[in-house]
């Protein structure tokens, strides 16, 4: 299949070269050319099928035509070793857990996914010393250094801005050594997302470098975020209760979304989607008004929703043909405050015993003042609250445990390099590789 870029002055690429350069040379994100709609018998039966089973049949609409069928199916298979369970939470509205994997966090899918294909690329074609450059607001660089970790032949730049992750999502990616390195930068997760983009666009860098990206612009990361949806139709099909499924997600670079958008666009019968913003509620404002103005993000407690400019926002213009309208007809949004993701971490935490983290309390609270009457509503819980410890703890009052997982990242020592904003400096760095 070929991929051709959202700006649209780019030629068209192969699923290994839009894997392995992530950005198109026009500065676009790569779109598939066409989006298959998977036959009705899949829905069906899809039920009966496991996680990894519905995985693979969707992966094989992407990348079936490029992968041998049994190097597609061993990527998948091994990327799901652990399952996104659907809870229910309080009335017609479900939990899909998607913590479950190494860092706790949704983007572990994508993130060993991608590390798998991009891996499989590598040996295809003899490449070596393949740099992965990742800007990370707090899940994306865990999820991404631990799927990359050990990977022959790859080395990753995870750049985090300083202060805005909580301490646990910061060892997650700062302990581990080996071929994982570890970019402190002195501002926003907005201004590591631009020192990516623009070494992408650097020719004296990309003639130094063989340089790929992690974060969702890269295909490889953020489609393989649609195998939840599917999942999370299957298990409420399975309940009888698949009729009318509205999906709320907690949204900040809005790859997580777009994946969904594209499983609607194979035929997933989801009703609609909510996206759910803190503060930083570019695409809320953008739904309202049809102006889409990005600006500095705001450090918020859901701070891996802390986007100021959402890069997948132009996939999402894109695959409804830059209409406002068709946009709007499938995509409601949110916006809440700190105050407001307190006070409903506390309040579900009190009545029903479930504990949200922050990003999920955002999608939660969307369903609860936002479903209608015979609609069924799951919200994606993105991360294990214990990753955002001193933040839940303060709000509810009450110890949360920690996974033995984080216990063990927590025992690491931090290993950062510090590092300003300015593009010139991390030039410099590279050019010294």
């Given at each position: 299949?070929?991929?051709?870029?959202?700006?649209?002055?780019?030629?068209?690429?192969?699923?290994?070269?839009?894997?392995?350069?992530?950005?198109?040379?026009?500065?676009?994100?790569?779109?598939?050319?066409?989006?298959?709609?998977?036959?009705?018998?899949?829905?069906?039966?899809?039920?009966?099928?496991?996680?990894?089973?519905?995985?693979?049949?969707?992966?094989?609409?992407?990348?079936?035509?490029?992968?041998?069928?049994?190097?597609?199916?061993?990527?998948?298979?091994?990327?799901?070793?652990?399952?996104?369970?659907?809870?229910?939470?309080?009335?017609?509205?479900?939990?899909?857990?998607?913590?479950?994997?190494?860092?706790?966090?949704?983007?572990?899918?994508?993130?060993?996914?991608?590390?798998r294909l991009l891996g499989y690329f590598i040996r295809k074609e003899g490449l070596k010393n393949v740099?992965?450059?990742?800007?990370?607001?707090?899940?994306?660089?865990?999820?991404?250094?631990?799927?990359?970790?050990?990977?022959?032949?790859?080395?990753?730049?995870?750049?985090?801005?300083?202060?805005?992750?909580?301490?646990?999502?910061?060892?997650?990616?700062?302990?581990?050594?080996?071929?994982?390195?570890?970019?402190?930068?002195?501002?926003?997760?907005?201004?590591?997302?631009?020192?990516?983009?623009?070494?992408?666009?650097?020719?004296?860098?990309?003639?130094?470098?063989?340089?790929?990206?992690?974060?969702?612009?890269?295909?490889?990361?953020?489609?393989?975020?649609?195998?939840?949806?599917?999942?999370?139709?299957?298990?409420?099909?399975?309940?009888?209760?698949?009729?009318?499924?509205?999906?709320?997600?907690?949204?900040?670079?809005?790859?997580?979304?777009?994946?969904?958008?594209?499983?609607?666009?194979?035929?997933?019968?989801?009703?609609?989607?909510?996206?759910?913003?803190?503060?930083?509620?570019?695409?809320?404002?953008?739904?309202?008004?049809?102006?889409?103005?990005?600006?500095?993000?705001?450090?918020?407690?859901?701070?891996?929703?802390?986007?100021?400019?959402?890069?997948?926002?132009?996939?999402?213009?894109?695959?409804?043909?830059?209409?406002?309208?068709?946009?709007?007809?499938?995509?409601?949004?949110?916006?809440?405050?700190?105050?407001?993701?307190?006070?409903?971490?506390q309040s579900v935490y009190q009545e029903t015993h479930y504990l949200l983290d922050p990003h999920g309390?955002?999608?939660?609270?969307?369903?609860?003042?936002?479903?209608?009457?015979g609609e069924v509503g799951v919200f994606l819980e993105t991360a294990h609250p214990a990753k955002f410890?001193?933040?839940?703890?303060?709000?509810?009052?009450?110890?949360?445990?920690?996974?033995?997982?984080?216990?063990?990242?927590?025992?690491?020592?931090?290993?950062?390099?510090?590092?300003?904003?300015?593009?010139?400096?991390?030039?410099?760095?590279?050019?010294?590789?």
């Open positions: 299949m070929k991929y051709y870029s959202t700006n649209k002055q780019a030629a068209m690429a192969s699923l290994q070269e839009a894997v392995v350069k992530g950005l198109a040379s026009d500065k676009g994100l790569f779109m598939p050319e066409t989006i298959k709609t998977l036959p009705n018998e899949f829905f069906e039966n899809i039920e009966t099928l496991s996680f990894q089973e519905i995985a693979y049949r969707v992966a094989d609409a992407f990348f079936g035509e490029d992968v041998p069928a049994d190097t597609l199916k061993e990527i998948v298979y091994d990327t799901l070793s652990f399952d996104t369970p659907l809870v229910p939470v309080a009335g017609n509205i479900y939990s899909l857990e998607l913590f479950h994997g190494p860092t706790l966090a949704f983007k572990d899918v994508g993130g060993r996914f991608m590390a740099n992965v450059l990742v800007a990370t607001s707090g899940d994306t660089g865990s999820a991404v250094a631990n799927g990359f970790l050990g990977v022959e032949g790859i080395h990753v730049y995870v750049l985090y801005p300083k202060g805005k992750v909580s301490e646990i999502q910061e060892k997650q990616f700062t302990t581990l050594g080996q071929n994982i390195t570890s970019l402190e930068i002195d501002g926003t997760f907005d201004d590591c997302q631009a020192l990516v983009k623009s070494a992408f666009m650097d020719e004296e860098l990309n003639k130094h470098l063989l340089l790929t990206s992690a974060n969702s612009i890269n295909v490889a990361r953020f489609l393989p975020q649609a195998f939840y949806y599917f999942y999370a139709y299957a298990q409420l099909k399975k309940l009888g209760k698949a009729d009318k499924m509205v999906i709320s997600v907690p949204s900040g670079n809005f790859g997580n979304i777009t994946a969904g958008l594209f499983g609607k666009q194979m035929g997933l019968p989801i009703s609609r989607f909510i996206a759910a913003n803190n503060k930083n509620d570019i695409f809320y404002q953008y739904l309202q008004t049809g102006k889409y103005n990005p600006r500095p993000s705001i450090a918020t407690i859901a701070n891996a929703m802390d986007v100021g400019d959402p890069s997948n926002f132009a996939r999402v213009l894109d695959l409804y043909g830059h209409s406002h309208s068709a946009i709007s007809a499938e995509i409601t949004g949110t916006t809440y405050s700190d105050e407001q993701i307190r006070e409903t971490l309390a955002c999608g939660y609270r969307a369903l609860k003042e936002g479903l209608k009457d410890l001193e933040t839940v703890e303060g709000i509810i009052h009450d110890k949360v445990t920690i996974p033995v997982k984080l216990q063990e990242f927590m025992k690491g020592e931090k290993k950062s390099l510090e590092m300003s904003k300015d593009f010139a400096d991390f030039k410099s760095y590279l050019l010294s590789l």
